[in-house]
């Protein structure tokens, strides 16, 4: 079984850009999340997706918004980025409830925003 | 606000000792609590704990949750190089997890 696919793995964008990142879950998996995850911040949760609906939101500014798909692929953007925005973005999938539920990760995607 | 808290932040230890890293956490509805390994990029799952006092052990890795003091330990026993990553905990709070900033464990040989 693939496991979770994001890409693209890095990212080097000037401010003001925007970017879209892309999710693909385990086959199967129906939930994705996303996080933000800086040097000694931890995971920042971000939004999560389930069946296309966004079923819950993390407090990051409109900036960032996603989307799913119905073959269960997510995609992030940003809008307008910032100097802060630089950071590793992870997806996770699972199956329901990902707060109840083992998470599989994908590698990332490296954003650096100069 | 809910908040996880993982110390130490950093830990450097030689092969074959012992560790503990700990989680405390004040959430508003608890529901579980999580460990995972994050050694590159991907976090892997370790364990999951919903009940006081019951042990989870894979292996060389343990964990047992406290929920009257709100807190969990992971403990790695014989520890080996391959055991250098960053722990990460996470509780679940209102249908959402909400993440330690993890320890980060050097295992020298």
């Known amino acids: 079984k693939a496991g979770v696919t994001q890409t693209p793995r890095y990212l080097i964008k000037t401010r003001g850009q925007q970017v879209t990142l892309s999710c693909s879950p385990i086959?199967?998996?129906?939930?994705v999340s996303w996080y933000q995850q800086t040097p000694g911040q931890g995971l920042q949760f971000l939004f999560e997706y389930f069946s296309e609906t966004q079923r819950n939101k993390g407090n990051f500014p409109g900036r960032f918004s996603g989307r799913q798909f119905s073959n269960s692929r997510s995609e992030m953007n940003v809008s307008t980025l910032e100097l802060g925005d630089s950071a590793l973005y992870l997806c996770?999938?699972?199956?329901?409830?990902?707060?109840?539920?083992?998470?599989?990760f994908g590698s990332g995607t490296q954003l650096s925003v100069l | 606000e809910d908040k996880v808290v993982q110390s130490p932040l950093s830990l450097v230890v030689h092969e074959g000792d012992t560790v503990t890293l700990n989680c405390s956490y004040e959430v508003t509805n608890f529901r579980s609590l999580l460990w995972y390994k994050q050694e590159k990029k991907a976090p892997t799952f370790l364990f999951m704990l919903t009940s006081s006092g019951i042990e989870k052990k894979s292996g060389r890795l343990s964990s047992i949750l406290d929920k009257k003091e709100l807190f969990s330990i992971l403990n790695i026993t014989a520890t080996q190089t391959g055991d250098s990553a960053v722990y990460l905990c996470?509780?679940?709070?209102?249908?959402?997890?909400?993440w330690g900033a993890g320890t980060k464990l050097i295992i020298k040989p």
């Open positions: 086959s199967g998996h129906r939930s």
């Open positions: 996770a999938s699972s199956s329901g409830d990902p707060a109840n539920e083992k998470l599989f």
């Open positions: 996470a509780v679940e709070s209102n249908y959402q997890l909400i």
